[in-house]
């Protein structure tokens, strides 16, 4: 999860919050991609969280 944000959400932000300079069709892709890839940390962060939960809880 560490390696999508800092690669490919954080460097899209920046673009998108104007932080750095981009054009529109820059923007676009750079949407794109934050929005992927933060959908993709969501769908992670439920299985550790559950595992983590039930390990500490005398789950599995």
Do not use: C
């Amino acid at each position: 999860m560490l390696f999508n944000v800092w690669p490919f959400i954080w460097p899209n932000q920046k673009k998108l919050l104007g932080l750095k300079t981009a054009t529109d069709e820059q923007k676009t892709r750079a949407r794109k991609i934050a929005l992927f890839t933060s959908r993709i940390n969501v769908v992670l962060s439920i299985p550790l969280l559950y595992y983590m939960g039930t390990q500490s809880h005398g789950g599995f």
